[in-house]
């Protein structure tokens, strides 16, 4: 089981959709993240927030548009995708910003684009 | 900009056979965490090490620091099937805010 939610598992969308990713913690971590991982490669790092405030941005394309409502919520907002786009999409948090302690990772979001 | 390596990138042993990644960052770590992806799942956090020549273990699975603070290992003895999935390493390079992720080592044990 894991403490961090993401929804929904799996999106097929076109490239004129938009569509959002969402994610949720409910243990109290300060710092929240978003990891884009293609096939038998690492998660590489898109955005950071920290204290609800977006502090790194991994000069990710304005197609992909982060935001956190409040501390236990992050959403990633998805519009006029590419098929190369096409990935697993993790949320994770941490007790604070800075890695200092573990990431906890969500189940992930399977996103296709046709 | 900040690399992490690992060797190898793939790794096949018959169960009760030992296992060894190796993860090797270009500049010095701060820390170093170690996770475990399984087959279709997400990355969890297995360890984290902070000190030059630390020293881990969780059961079969011993984690070292390098005395540089550039690389690490994990080491797993006598390998079971449910030890397969990919091993990432990821650094915390200097006063950096962020884990960088190692290229991974894919795991598969086979009876």
């Known amino acids: 089981d894991t403490e961090v939610t993401q929804t929904p598992k799996h999106l097929v969308m076109g490239m004129t959709n938009k569509k959002s990713l969402k994610c949720e913690q409910h243990m109290g971590h300060r710092a929240m993240y978003w990891y884009k991982q293609k096939a038998k490669k690492p998660p590489e790092l898109m955005f950071v927030y920290s204290y609800e405030k977006l502090s790194i941005n991994e000069s990710v394309p304005s197609r992909f548009s982060p935001e956190c409502p409040n501390s236990s919520l992050l959403n990633l907002h998805l519009h006029a995708l590419q098929p190369e786009d096409s990935a697993l999409y993790l949320c994770?948090?941490?007790?604070?910003?800075?890695?200092?302690?573990?990431?906890?990772f969500g189940e992930g979001s399977r996103l296709t684009v046709l | 900009g900040q690399q992490v390596m690992q060797i190898p990138q793939y790794q096949h042993v018959q169960e009760g056979e030992d296992f060894t990644t190796y993860c090797n960052s270009s500049t010095t770590l701060s820390n170093i965490q170690w996770y475990k992806q399984r087959p279709g799942g997400h990355p969890v956090f297995l360890i984290q090490?902070?000190?030059?020549?630390e020293v881990k273990k969780q059961k079969r699975l011993t984690f070292q620091f390098g005395e540089a603070k550039k690389n690490s290992s994990l080491h797993i003895t006598a390998t079971q099937t449910t030890d397969v999935g990919t091993y990432f390493c990821?650094?915390?390079?200097?006063?950096?805010?962020?884990?960088?992720f190692g290229t991974g080592t894919r795991l598969q044990v086979t009876l």
């Open positions: 090490l902070v000190k030059s020549g």
């Open positions: 990821a650094g915390l390079h200097g006063t950096a805010s962020k884990l960088t």
């Open positions: 994770a948090s941490s007790q604070e910003k800075g890695n200092t302690g573990e990431l906890f």
